[in-house]
Structures are given as C-alpha cells and as structure tokens.
C-alpha cells in the first residue's frame, strides 16, 4: 500500500487551474516577443528527443526506468565485465591473467573504468527520473493513479541509485566507514549537469556517500510494494530495500541497526530457504524468482543480439564455461577447490573435468580440463549445464542473484555474533550449512551443526561459510575488504597459480584507484592515495 506522506510530496507540485491559466498568458506574450525579435535561423529541432519533451506520460518515465535496469545487466557491471574482470579476480575466486589477479591495478586500467562508467551509467540514468519527475507532476496536472505510479518509479530510481553508490563507495571509498568516514571516495551526483562547470564534481567523503545510500534506501523502502504481480516480479521491492539497508549498516559498523533489519526479512513468511534438491537450480535459471530470491537480474536468451550488441542475455557463461562450451578463461583459482574440501557445494560451484555438461549439440560429455588452471575446473555458477553458450548467440537465460536468503541469514549471523550473542549467530549459520548437506534448514542435525564455538572462533566458521555459500556470487571481495583482512587473503593465492602471476600486496589494494581520464578531463578530481 502506498505510504500516506508519499502523495503529499507531488501535490506540492501540482498547481491551481487560475496559475495554469495565467502561466499560459505569460508564456503566450513572452513567446510573441520573442518570435518577433529573434533571427529566423535560430530555431530549436523539435524532434530531438531530450528530457524536456520526452516525458510526455507515465510511460515514458518508466521505459527510462526500464533503461537504468538495462544499465544494471549490461554488459558493463553484470550481464558480463563487472562480475568477471573485477569481482572475481580481485577476491581471487578466479585464476585470471588481468591486473586485478596480481594487485598490479593502475588509474590507466581499463577495466577500472569500465566499471566507473557503469555504475555512473546507472547514476545518470535514475538522477535523470528524479529530477524529471516534479517536472512532469507540476506541468501535466496527473491524476491519483498516475502519481501512484509515479511514486513507484521513483522508488525504483531511487534504490538503484543506492544501489550504485554502495557499489561506488565500497570500490572507491579510502578506508571503512567505521574507520574513517571523512576519507575520500566518489563524486555524489545528485542532479544532471547542465553546464560544463556542473560536471566538475569533486570526490566526497566515504561519510557523505554512505549517507546518501541510506537516504535513497529508506525512501525506496516507504515507496515500493512488498511484491509485484507475475509480469513485473524482476522489480525491486521494499524487502529488497529492507535488506540493503540491513547490509549498508553491517558495511557500516552498525550491527544493532543492521539486526532490526535484517529480522524483519527473517519473520516475513514469503521468504525460505529452498530445499537442497532446488538449491543448485537456483544457478541454472530453474528456479527463478524462488522464495530465497529477494532481488535477482532477469536475463533471457537472446537468438537476435548478444550481450556486445544490447541483447537480453547474460554473458557470464561465455567466458566461464568450460572447454568447448565458452571461453573457458575466467576460471576457479586452485586455492578455492581445496579450500572447500569435502563440502557437496563444490559440485554447486565448479564443474570437475569429469562432470558433464552439454556441447555444442546438446550432448552431455565430460567437460574437460581448463587449461587456465591448476586443477581443471570451470564454474558452474550461472554456467548452463543444459546448454552450451555457443548454441543460444552467446547468451546465457540464467538470472544473476543480488540478494537471496541466505545471505541475509550469514550476515544475520555476523551481525549477532558481533554482539556477542553467538547462539544466536551459530543457529543460523547451521540453517545454512544444514541446507548445504541435504538436511532441513530448521530441525537440528547433531552430525553436521557446529557447536560450542563463540567470540572470534565463530566468527572465523561465519566466514568460512560465507566463502563456500556466495561462492562466485560477487560478495567476497567486499567481505575480505570490510573484515580488513585482504592482505592475509591475497597472499594465500600466490601458490597453485596458472595465470595471475605472483601477488605483491599493497596499502592501496583495499580501494581501486580513479580513473585517469577522470583525473584528466575534472578539474576538481584528486587522484586516489597511492595511485598519483
């Protein structure tokens, strides 16, 4: 149901027939009298799309909703180059050849500014909405429905616009929140620059950039319905938004308040864990929109376009599947296969070279030894096991997970562990690791359950079940850069190495450095400490 408060934001825009009227008059003798005194070249094309005649109705802000979607699964951030050329080497879940795999990043790295361009692609896009908005409710007079409907699309822009500023912070930002939040970290833009003068923005403070997050978070949480019908269920909701507030908090130190939130999505009868027979279907687009799904990206296959030409498809499987099947050369560092050991998750995660997967024609074969790593597995993680990504243009129909369940109760966990209540944090660390092994998330398994660990020892055990539940789900490298632990982690990947070469750990490696055309082309830029 929509918030009482939330129309009452737009009626202060809609204005009185008498203003209406007299505007109308004024504008009608200003445009005579200029008409009369302006050269006849000077004209304006009237069919140039722009923001001051695009958004004639509700349609058109949400087809530009429907764009800073887009934005999210393109091929930019998720739908291929985010996921594979930053999350997973930096956190070292891949064994790759690029920068990011060696700590070696510099402000000239294109893949740092792929990055930066995506998520101010989003930012641009949502701010686009927002300040449009007021516009369209002032001059178009719209009735209840419409405002309602408009009040759902700025929910919308609204969460994505925090939802690129956590990710910008988080990547960018100089130190921890609860370090030192005066640190610096990414331009907060807020409005769109008219002026060239109004595109020189300067880096604010880690502080005022986690503000803001919060600030868009609790507006989309009071403006966005609990679910969607069947045809919009890719939306955003307000348990999503819930559940980023939850996580900005724990990022920001604040695990009391990270714990109200989080206990509101665990006492909310829609969500659950899958049972382990439908756990691994999550990751090959089986069980989509299932009752762990808080928020994933929506992507099909696409036999017209591929993730390089716009398409609908992801491209993630393109360069992690294995042999024949894809690229094959983003692949799991060997560290990572050892480190899960026994735990059947390894079989979620990774495909060994004698598990099948389908080929070009369907057939299910072996798949084979990567070559681009120390013991021949490929992900399976949003990798088809059905299909080869050859066979569907290059496009894999696997939705990407931003948010389900189970990370909730693994940050759950941490939250209450922080606070010392650790039976508690060990209870719904087990509901994972019971799901994991076939048990039932709620009932006890004495063989299984971890017991008797507290403080620092529990701790350790929540992390190391975080490593093997998000697995290749890009978390990780947020994880070990909020637990100040990333030199001890780094290091530890400078054995069964193929691609990456020998890791030299630096200060700087907890952020990524501003691009160097940022630097160039904005005055008021100030390079990132370490990368001048």
């Avoid at 059905?386 to 939250?415: H, K």
């Avoid at 209450?416 to 650790?422: H, I, K, S, T, Y």
Wanted: aromatic content about 14%; proline content about 5%; charged content about 25%.
């Amino acid at each position: 149901m929509m918030k009482p408060f939330a129309n009452k934001e737009f009626r202060k825009y809609m204005p009185q027939k008498n203003k209406i009227i007299l505007f109308s008059l004024l504008s009608l003798f200003a445009l005579i009298a200029h008409s009369c005194s302006d050269d006849f070249l000077d004209v304006t094309n009237e069919n140039e799309l722009n923001s001051s005649n695009y958004y004639a109705n509700i349609s058109d802000f949400d087809m530009a909703l429907n764009a800073v979607y887009s934005a999210v699964k393109s091929l930019d951030l998720f739908g291929q180059q985010y996921y594979s050329q930053t999350l997973l080497p930096l956190a070292h879940t891949s064994d790759y050849w690029n920068a990011q795999s060696r700590n070696e990043v510099n402000s000239a790295d294109g893949h740092v500014y792929t990055t930066w361009r995506g998520w101010y692609r989003v930012v641009a896009r949502a701010n686009d909405i927002i300040e449009n908005a007021p516009l369209f409710v002032q001059e178009k007079d719209p009735n209840e429905n419409e405002i309602e409907q408009m009040e759902l699309i700025l929910g919308q822009a609204r969460f994505m616009r925090a939802f690129a500023y956590f990710h910008l912070v988080r990547l960018w930002g100089e130190d921890r929140y609860f370090n030192d939040s005066s640190k610096l970290a990414v331009p907060l833009i807020l409005k769109v620059a008219s002026t060239r003068e109004e595109m020189m923005v300067p880096r604010a403070s880690v502080g005022k950039v986690y503000q803001q997050v919060i600030t868009d978070f609790e507006f989309a949480e009071q403006q966005l319905p609990e679910s969607w019908d069947e045809n919009n269920r890719a939306r955003v909701t307000n348990v999503a938004a819930k559940s980023f507030l939850g996580k900005v908090y724990l990022y920001m130190g604040d695990d009391a308040t990270a714990q109200s939130y989080f206990e509101e999505i665990l006492a909310n009868p829609a969500y659950s864990l899958v049972p382990f027979e439908r756990y691994d279907d999550l990751f090959q687009g089986k069980n989509e929109f299932s009752e762990e799904s808080i928020f994933e990206l929506n992507y099909i296959i696409d036999m017209q376009q591929n993730i390089w030409e716009n398409g609908l498809g992801s491209g993630i499987a393109l360069e992690c599947a294995p042999p024949a099947r894809g690229w094959s050369n983003v692949t799991p560092h060997g560290v990572n296969i050892e480190r899960f050991g026994s735990d059947p998750r390894l079989k979620i995660c990774t495909y060994a070279p004698e598990d099948s997967a389908a080929d070009l024609n369907g057939v299910m074969m072996p798949a084979g030894a990567s070559e681009f790593n120390f013991t021949g597995h490929s992900f399976r993680k949003y990798v088809p096991q059905d299909y080869s990504v050859y066979s569907t243009n290059r496009n894999s129909g696997t939705n990407y997970f931003i948010m389900r369940l189970a990370d909730i109760y693994l940050m759950y966990a941490e939250a209450m562990n922080n606070q010392g209540f650790d039976d508690i944090a060990t209870e719904y660390m087990n509901k994972i690791r019971r799901r994991a092994l076939g048990f039932s998330p709620d009932t006890p398994e004495p063989t299984v359950d971890y017991s008797g660990l507290t403080g620092n020892q529990l701790r350790d055990s929540i992390r190391e079940e975080r490593f093997r539940e998000l697995f290749a789900e890009g978390h990780r490298w947020f994880d070990i850069v909020r637990w100040e632990i990333v030199e001890e982690e780094v290091l530890k990947y400078n054995e069964k190495n193929v691609t990456q070469g020998i890791i030299i750990y630096h200060p700087w490696d907890y952020y990524y450095p501003v691009p160097l055309s940022e630097v160039d082309n904005n005055v008021n830029m100030v390079p990132s400490t370490g990368y001048e």
